[in-house]
């Protein structure tokens, strides 16, 4: 059974989903809050098969699963509101992945930045929030499409 299929069976046997909240609800009205190990919600179905919710949430609302990869905008694995949801390209996943961008350096703060897999250094700062700023600077130079 593939994606698509998965979600339209889950369709049919009476599953609803909120977009305002990005709750999932079972036959019996009940949210539905199973987590895998990697903190996203999943729907497990007659122990046939497993679908995640953030798929389940795009096909309730756009009615098709014509994605490779949905990313949650603010890192919240659980959070499957639609307005949270967007498809991405492997590469703007990898992006949205790689912490917040400075760490903490003897008494400076080092400001860095992934491209394409590679580190990028942005410097380093007096402060955490000089850092932080570059970070965000780089992120919507590199990081936009």
């Known amino acids: 059974m593939d994606r698509l299929q998965k979600n339209e069976y889950l ?3 009476g599953y609803k989903y909120d977009s305002d909240t990005g709750n999932i609800y079972n036959l019996k009205g009940k949210v539905i809050t199973a987590k895998s190990t990697y903190g996203y919600i999943y729907l497990k179905i007659k122990r046939k098969f497993n679908i995640f919710g953030h798929h389940f949430a795009w096909y309730m609302t756009y009615g098709n699963v014509d994605f490779d990869m949905l ?3 603010n890192r919240d694995r659980g959070d499957n509101r639609i307005c949270n949801l967007r498809i991405v390209t492997q590469q703007e996943n990898n992006n949205n992945q790689y912490g917040k961008g400075y760490s903490k350096c003897g008494d400076k703060w080092k400001a860095y930045i992934k491209i394409n897999y590679k580190q990028k250094h942005l410097g380093l700062f ?6 932080h700023n570059a970070y965000l600077n780089a992120k919507q130079q590199y990081h936009q499409a």
Do not use: F, R, S, V
């Open 126 to 131: 007096n402060t955490q929030q000089e850092a």
């Open 11 to 13: 369709k049919l046997q």
């Open 71 to 73: 990313d949650h905008i």
